[in-house]
């Protein structure tokens, strides 16, 4: 995992402010960890009281920090401002850079499978540092991506859209909600974007629709994820739960690089392979259902707060 880790500072209409470890990546790296998978996160922390809670959080869900994760500088915030329905509005306080400790412990230790996206895509100086590690890392790792956008920190959506695009056409598995393709193209239905994805490279997109579950595209078509119904705490972590939940059981089904005995060139075909096709076979459609409900289950708890393996969520 490549990524921002902070702290998400909540503020709802009836409840006191409260602060969690957060941060789309982290967030992922968190639920990987928690569903035993080996995690390791590239990011920027800081010696500070907000760098050693996020640090704990995500060590004591299996999570370890790439070297040169730790600096001398402050932890990032993410200030979530909840509505009566738990949807969340973020403002940052963030400065987002790898430490070159950590561009040299990637190039010596080459993860598998990355994950990345979100505001380490997008914010530079450091998202133009992910942008190389990637295309590095490509022809030895399998990618996911989630733009996980936000636009308070960015440029316009004609700015962006260019960065984000060539995002997806190196990854092999993308994630985003509606309301980033709403943002990025708001000229054109976010299906239709999702759809042209799909022909542009990855073997999967996936569209996220909030509370109308979610809907698979591949370049042979696409497939409807059914919504989960839950009593919503927040929203928060729930787009990273999918994430999360997604790149696990195609890790245990060998479709990603670093499952069972799967190098990134093996992985990759497999999943091409099992896209190849105008209906998704079985292993995909689980997976898709799992992560539906992986999500929903964070919903109904505070925070990004994902479930654990041992946990009967599935």
């Not at 880790?5 to 639920?31: F, K, M």
């Not at 907000?50 to 869900?61: M, P, R, T, Y």
């Not at 096709?277 to 459609?285: A, E, M, W």
């Amino acid at each position: 995992m490549i990524g921002e880790a902070l702290v998400d500072i909540i503020a709802g209409p009836d409840s006191p402010q409260r602060s969690h470890p957060g941060g789309s990546p982290a967030n992922v790296a968190l639920g990987l960890g928690r569903l035993d998978h080996p995690v390791r996160l590239a990011t920027r922390l800081g010696r500070d009281h907000f760098g050693s809670q996020v640090q704990k959080h995500l060590e004591d869900s299996g999570v370890d920090l790439t070297p040169g994760s730790v600096i001398d500088a402050p932890t990032s915030t993410a200030t979530a401002v909840l509505d009566s329905a738990g949807a969340a509005n973020y403002t940052f306080d963030i400065t987002w850079a790898l430490s070159k400790g950590v561009e040299e412990a990637l190039r010596d230790g080459p993860p598998a499978h990355v994950h990345t996206g979100s505001i380490a895509t997008a914010l530079s100086p450091g998202a133009d540092q992910v942008f190389n590690i990637l295309h590095a890392l490509r022809s030895s790792a399998t990618l996911s991506y989630d733009p996980n956008l936000r636009p308070a920190l960015l440029r316009t959506a004609e700015q962006e859209r260019e960065r984000v695009e060539q995002l997806v056409a190196i990854s092999d598995v993308v994630k985003a909600s509606e309301e980033d393709l709403a943002w990025l193209h708001p000229g054109e239905a976010p299906d239709k974007t999702a759809a042209r994805w799909a022909g542009n490279g990855p073997s999967l997109v996936v569209l996220t629709l909030g509370a109308n579950g979610a809907r698979a595209w591949w370049r042979h078509g696409c497939q409807d994820i059914a919504p989960v119904t839950v009593q919503v705490k927040d929203t928060v972590g729930a787009g990273d739960a999918f994430m999360a939940g997604l790149t696990s059981r195609l890790l245990h089904a060998g479709l990603l690089a670093g499952g069972p005995g799967a190098e990134a060139a093996t992985a990759r075909a497999a999943l091409r392979a099992a896209t190849d096709t105008d209906r998704l076979p079985p292993v995909l459609s689980d997976a898709l259902a799992v992560s539906a409900r992986m999500a929903a289950f964070t919903c109904a708890r505070e925070g990004a707060d994902p479930p654990t393996a041992a946990k009967q969520w599935t």
